[in-house]
């Protein structure tokens, strides 16, 4: 048979081939590089996952207090407010309002608070108070309604009699109000 008589084409098939151990070497450095890449890609996919639901999640919250303030027509700020002492009662009041927001008892403490017009410094409420009311009692000690006796005068007054001998204080002398105060005239 000759040459001319056989028809020759082109197959391709997949066949083993045996490879050489540069091109071994290749394929398993080719690998790693591949499985590196894989992983990256995977840590991005989680990361960007991650993010996704947080945003995701910021995203529902914003919305339902959206709806809230529709659904209310109202929502829920940072307001100014300030305490108010009142008949021993402190008030929380809205700046913006005017308005009595809570209401509680005084602490003993706030009750020492100074009153206001009292001189810096001179103390709480209720030393205040005690001062004013021991000079109004100063100023109405000038004048004499005679109703007023004074515990020492009456012990004072006892002894001289027990003794039987006479007083050297005269009415004039003795120490006059309640606090042991010598009447001035």
Do not use: Y
Not at 22 to 39: G, M, T, W
Not at 48 to 64: F, G, P, V, W, Y
Not at 103 to 127: D, N
């Amino acid at each position: 048979m000759s040459d001319s008589s056989i028809v020759k084409r082109n197959i391709v098939r997949h066949l083993p081939v045996a490879l050489t151990d540069e091109q071994i070497l290749f394929s398993a450095r080719s690998a790693a590089k591949q499985r590196r890449a894989l992983a990256r890609i995977r840590e991005e996919n989680t990361e960007a996952a991650t993010k996704a639901k947080a945003r995701i999640a910021e995203l529902e919250s914003c919305i339902d207090r959206l709806d809230a303030c529709v659904a209310e027509g109202a929502e829920e700020r940072n307001v100014v407010c300030f305490e108010r002492f009142h008949a021993g009662v402190i008030e929380l009041v809205r700046e913006d309002l005017n308005e009595v927001i809570d209401t509680r008892p005084a602490t003993s403490q706030e009750l020492q608070l100074v009153m206001p017009g009292a001189e810096p410094g001179s103390g709480g409420i209720l030393e205040e108070a005690g001062r004013r009311q021991d000079a109004e009692e100063d100023d109405g000690e000038d004048e004499d309604d005679g109703d007023a006796v004074d515990l020492e005068d009456e012990v004072m007054g006892d002894k001289a009699s027990d003794d039987d001998e006479p007083a050297d204080v005269t009415a004039d002398d003795k120490p006059k109000g309640r606090r042991g105060k010598s009447k001035k005239h």
